[in-house]
C-alpha cells in the first residue's frame, strides 16, 4: 500500500531542515536504504534514504524547501500499486489530491491590487519558509519576486536570484526648470553625488549561519588563552619518508600530527577534558575532531580512539573523513563528540595562526607550514625545519601549567616520532 515518506530529525532539537535536492524523480524504483534525496541541516548535507523497496509515487516537496521535521514530503507505492492509491493517501488525510496542500506553505501578504470598482483585494502569494527567511533577513519582498515552483511558489533559488542580481547605478535626477524656482530662495548648494559600488549578496548557509553563531558564542564567553611551540620536523619527515616508501597508503603529516595529539592528551589526562555546569567531564579515550574545509564552511568530524589506532587506519579514517565531507556525506553522528580538534593551515603556507575553540571542547591545535629556519643547536648555528604550533585553550578547565605540560608532551612525541609507531 502507498505509505507517506516524511522528513527525518536528523538533527538533534532541529524543528526543520532544507530539502536541498531530489536523488530520485517520480515513477523511479527504489529499494530500501537507497538515497532518494539530499537534506541540508546546520552542520552538512546528509542523505535522506528510503525505509522499504516501492515506487516513488509523488513528490510533495520542490527542491529548495524548507520542511517541519515529520512533514510529508513523498508518496511511496508498493511495486505494481496504481498510481491512484497516491490521491487514496492524500484524500484520507484530507487533503483530497492536492499535494501541494501536504506541505502547507504559508501564504504572506502580498501588494494590494485594485480591483475594477476600486475596492482592493489582497493577493495570496505562497512561498516557502526558507525563501521567507532568506527573504526577510535580505530586506527583500517576496511580492516583488516570481516564483518558479509548483503554483508559481516562491522557493529559495529565487530569492537567491534577486539577491545576486547587481545592483544598478542610481538614474541622475531629472533637472529643476529655472522657472520654477523662486527668486527670493536661495539657490541651494550642489548636491555631492553619491558613489556606490556594485556589490553582490550572497545567501547565507546554514552551515554559514551555525558557524557564525557557535564561534561567537565561543569567543565571547570561553576565556582563551594561547601557547606555542616550534618543533623540530626533520626526524618526523624522515620516518614519513620511510613508511611511505614501503606503505601502500601515503601518510600524511597531519595524520602524524594528529596521532601525536591523541597520544599527548593520554600522557596529560588533565587536559582531556570539558567544561560542563555541573563538573569537569575528562575523557579516558583520545577522540579527536579534525578540521576539513569544505565549499561555504568548515566541518569537523572527530576521529574516536586515536591513542588505539595504528598510523595506517588513523590515516584511512581522515582520508574517507575528508572525501566524504567534500561530497557531502558526513552523518551526524561523525560531528558529534571530542575534547580537542586540529586545524591545519601549513598546506597554504601559513606560518602560524590562532584557532577558536570548538565548543564544549577545551582544546585546539592550530598547525602552521614546516618549513626550514635558523636554529642554535650546542651553541653551532644550523638549519632545521621547523614547524610552529600554538595551542587554544579554555582557562575555566585547563590552567596554564597544565596546557603547557600537554604542549610539552605533544612536542616530544613529534621530535621523537618512533614513540607514535609503539
Not at 127 to 135: K, N, Q, T, V
Not at 250 to 278: E, F, H, R, S, Y
Not at 382 to 404: E, K, N, Y
Request: proline share 6%; glycine share 8%; with cysteine.
Amino acid at each position: 500500500m502507498a505509505t507517506l515518506l516524511t522528513m527525518p530529525g536528523v538533527m538533534a532539537n532541529a524543528t526543520e531542515a532544507a530539502l536541498q535536492n531530489w536523488l530520485k524523480n517520480e515513477g523511479d524504483t527504489v529499494a530500501a536504504g537507497d538515497p532518494i534525496a539530499e537534506i541540508e541541516t546546520e552542520k552538512a548535507t546528509v542523505e535522506m534514504e528510503a525505509e522499504s523497496d516501492g515506487v516513488i509515487g509523488r513528490l510533495l516537496v520542490a527542491a529548495g524547501e524548507s520542511v517541519d521535521v515529520g512533514a510529508p514530503v513523498a508518496v511511496l507505492l508498493a511495486a505494481g500499486e496504481a498510481a491512484s492509491a497516491v490521491d487514496d493517501l492524500l484524500a484520507s488525510l484530507g487533503v483530497g489530491g492536492d499535494a501541494a496542500a501536504v506541505a502547507a506553505p504559508v501564504p504572506v501578504a502580498a501588494a494590494v491590487e485594485a480591483t475594477p470598482d476600486g475596492g482592493p483585494s489582497a493577493a495570496r502569494i505562497f512561498s516557502s519558509p526558507l525563501a521567507r527567511r532568506i527573504a526577510r533577513d535580505n530586506g527583500v519582498d517576496v511580492a516583488s519576486l516570481k516564483g518558479s515552483g509548483p503554483g508559481g511558489r516562491i522557493l529559495r533559488r529565487d530569492v537567491e536570484a534577486a539577491l545576486t542580481a547587481v545592483v544598478p547605478a542610481a538614474a541622475p535626477a531629472a533637472p529643476t526648470p529655472a522657472s520654477a524656482v523662486s527668486a527670493s530662495v536661495p539657490a541651494a548648494a550642489p548636491a555631492v553625488p553619491e558613489t556606490t559600488s556594485d556589490y553582490t549578496d550572497v545567501p547565507h548557509s546554514r552551515m554559514r549561519q551555525v558557524i557564525a553563531r557557535r564561534l561567537t558564542e565561543s569567543k565571547s564567553t570561553v576565556p582563551h588563552f594561547y601557547l606555542s611551540a616550534d618543533v623540530r620536523m626533520d626526524a618526523l619527515l624522515a620516518l614519513r619518508q620511510q613508511i611511505n616508501a614501503a606503505a601502500e597508503r601515503k601518510i600524511t603529516v597531519n595524520d602524524l600530527v594528529v596521532k601525536a595529539v591523541g597520544l599527548a592528551l593520554q600522557d596529560v589526562p588533565a587536559a582531556n577534558a570539558i567544561w560542563t555546569d555541573d563538573a569537569e567531564r575528562r575523557f579516558t579515550s583520545s577522540d579527536i575532531s579534525v578540521a576539513v574545509a569544505v565549499d561555504g564552511g568548515l566541518l569537523t568530524p572527530v576521529v574516536r580512539g586515536v591513542e588505539k589506532a595504528s598510523i595506517s587506519s588513523l590515516s584511512a579514517t581522515i582520508a574517507d573523513f575528508v572525501a566524504r565531507a567534500k561530497a557531502g556525506k558526513i552523518r551526524p553522528e561523525e560531528l558529534a563528540g571530542g575534547s580537542f580538534s586540529v586545524s591545519n593551515l601549513g598546506m597554504f603556507g601559513t606560518k602560524e595562526f590562532t584557532a577558536i575553540l570548538n565548543p564544549p571542547q577545551s582544546g585546539i591545535l592550530a598547525v602552521g607550514a614546516a618549513e626550514s629556519r635558523p636554529v642554535v643547536e650546542d651553541g653551532a648555528l644550523s638549519v632545521a625545519t621547523v614547524m610552529t604550533c600554538t595551542l587554544s585553550a579554555d582557562h575555566r578547565v585547563i590552567d596554564g601549567a597544565v596546557a603547557a605540560q600537554w604542549l610539552q608532551a605533544f612536542k616530544a612525541r613529534m621530535e621523537a616520532p618512533l614513540s607514535l609507531l609503539v
